[in-house]
């Protein structure tokens, strides 16, 4: 058989050497080079170092989110360790095994695993990161099982064995799970003497955190110990812990952190009776957490079909999408609770990391569960129509459709580039974002599927993918209230002399194809002499009215609530004279 060349084992033995009982970082980069020595060791049939390097592959592959793989090369680790191998490489990789198994909620065999090489351990041997992450991950699963009191020993032992070894990470990261269970449990039992305890911990985590000077770390305690203190109805208390907090989060980019702050200040100044203050925050939370769902939703869906073009060649697209759809997107909302702290009544996020940065601590109920499934759900939901989104997973596709008839709208901004000019670009994407998110509820409201956004342009239409009788009526309300909306925030925004938005609105009714398009970043659109005539409708209209053809008058003509005014014939773009009439609710 084919040896290595001896540069190559060198090289593979000296990376080797180096991560020996060092936390993995660099994932993507590390997994490049372990493959390399993969490929090297099996080459030298160097069967206890094949089962460490396919070990750390799989630390790699679930902290890339890639349970699957991590799955695959774990098992790989195990069929490849002999028994003449280091203790060591074996305890690595249950470590790594019970890692990904928690990941895909599996507590009762990470507990099991956990507890069987934990009782083959010899204190005789040297330290090794991989008892600590066996001890970390036992107190998780015990955790996930509901066993509080058990999982608090747990950790107390994590801490105590930390203090023993002299490891800084994991002792922060052992009193941050002692401060989120002690912050449940006295939550769950309404029992203030727990609420102290979980405080206690929070301020230990948060005194070493600042010592070594880890920001992130800072940052969530100080979120930690506000909750804790909105339980405990010191609400002035929360706010300063918030206002540190929140001054570490903007610089650090923490967007889930800064949504969550949100919706604590809500919390506390509702319980100071500050009723108004409140109300900003709340809607200040719901801002930031459409932001927030909005790179999620870009972000899962890029990761989709980013496997989908690295696996397209091995796999039809019926395989890809069946079997990794739903479990991508499951992962992607599960992927935001790993390396977070949980904590008391709204969930404050809570890092477990540390120990081989992908130790986490999430307590997660068969309640929780479902709720990370629906969160997962919704972002492909907020990409598809639903009926759409079920086709994709059952079929693997979605066939184009031909739409007999259906509304559809179109909205422009008039004078854009010159209200851009007088804005700040954070300014101007505030603006944009806090209408077209205004739209969106609104298209929600009346039943109307959202289509895209182009630059300043937003598109929707009513009668698909479920065709229905309302479209028209449907559309028009919606489209109303899209006007009466953008007239309040000009009128506000006159008030206080600030560069306001204009509006004009078109509608058009007609048949349109329908479907998927693209690889990457893919999205469902509408095309045919329809969308283009609803375009025409908006831009032969006039600033906060809204136009509507005469094939869309003459579906709701007869509605009681609408008044028509006729404009004529009219000049349209590539169109030539058309019919068309402004609509207005009755009074």
């Known amino acids: 058989m084919p040896q290595a060349d001896r540069s190559e084992h060198a090289w593979a033995d000296s990376v080797f050497l180096s991560l020996e009982n060092v936390p993995l970082t660099e994932h993507a980069y590390l997994l490049s080079k372990l493959n390399r020595m993969k490929a ?9 170092k094949l089962a460490r390097v396919s070990s750390w592959r799989a630390s790699c592959f679930d902290a890339l989110g890639q349970l699957d793989s991590a799955m695959v090369a774990a098992q790989y680790a195990g069929a490849h360790l002999d028994p003449a191998c280091d203790s060591s490489i074996y305890m690595s990789i249950q470590v790594n095994l019970t890692n990904t198994l928690l990941s895909l909620g599996e507590a009762d065999r990470v507990l099991l695993i956990c507890e069987q090489a934990l009782a083959r351990w010899n204190d005789a041997w040297p330290y090794s990161i991989a008892r600590n992450g066996l001890y970390s991950n036992r107190a998780v699963a015990l955790a996930h099982l509901g066993d509080f009191p058990g999982s608090l020993d747990a950790f107390r032992d994590v801490l105590g064995n930390a203090r023993h070894e002299g490891i800084v990470d994991n002792e922060l990261d052992a009193l941050s799970n002692l401060g989120a269970l002690f ?45 804790n203190a909105i339980e405990r109805r010191q609400y002035h208390q929360a706010n300063l812990y918030l206002d540190s907090a929140t001054v570490m989060a903007a610089p650090l980019g923490r967007l889930d952190m800064l949504t969550k702050a949100a919706l604590m200040r809500a919390r506390a100044y509702r319980g ?40 397209k060649k091995a796999r039809t697209i019926t395989e890809l999408q069946v079997q990794k759809l739903d479990s991508d997107l499951r992962q992607e909302g599960l992927k935001r609770t790993r390396n977070i702290y949980l904590f008391t009544g709204i969930g ?181 002499d329809t969308v283009n005539t609803a375009s025409r409708m908006e831009s032969s209209g006039e600033v906060g009215r809204v136009n509507i053809s005469e094939a869309t008058r003459a579906l709701v003509r007869d509605e009681p609530g609408f008044l028509f005014t006729p404009r004529g014939k009219v000049q349209a773009k590539g169109k030539g004279e058309m019919e068309m009439f402004f609509v207005e609710r009755a009074a």
């Open 348 to 528: 404050v996020l809570m890092i477990a990391g540390g120990l081989w940065n992908r130790l986490r601590f999430v307590h997660r109920s068969r309640a929780a569960i479902r709720k990370e499934k629906d969160i997962s759900e919704g972002l492909l939901l907020n990409i598809l129509p639903a009926e759409v989104a079920e086709e994709l997973k059952a079929k693997g596709e979605a066939d184009a459709q031909l739409h007999d008839q259906v509304t559809v709208l179109f909205t422009d901004f008039k004078g854009f580039t010159a209200v851009s000019e007088k804005l700040s670009p954070k300014d101007l994407v505030r603006d944009i974002h806090e209408c077209f998110s205004a739209f969106d509820r609104i298209m929600a409201k009346h039943g109307v599927e959202k289509i895209k956004t182009i630059g300043d342009a937003y598109m929707a239409v009513g009668g698909l993918p479920t065709p229905n009788s309302t479209h028209a009526v449907d559309v028009v309300n919606a489209a109303l209230e899209i006007r009466d909306f953008i007239e309040q925030g000009k009128a506000l925004k006159e008030q206080q002399g600030l560069p306001f938005f204009e509006i004009r609105i078109g509608i058009n009714t007609g048949p349109v194809v329908a479907g998927i398009v693209g690889v990457k970043k893919f999205q469902y659109d509408i095309w045919g």
């Open 183 to 227: 912050g449940m449990m006295g939550e769950a039992r309404e029992d203030p003497a727990l609420l102290d305890s979980s405080s206690f911990y929070c301020r230990k985590a948060l005194a070493l955190s600042k010592a070594v000077g880890k920001e992130q770390s800072i940052m969530l305690q100080y979120s930690n110990l506000a909750s």
């Open 272 to 311: 100071l009776g500050r009723s108004d203050s409140a109300f900003i925050f709340m809607e200040r939370h719901i801002a930031l957490k459409d932001s927030l769902l909005n790179t999620e939703k870009v972000k899962a869906i890029a990761d989709v079909q980013e496997k989908y073009e690295s696996e």
């Open 40 to 48: 090297i060791y099996l080459l030298e049939r160097d069967s206890c």
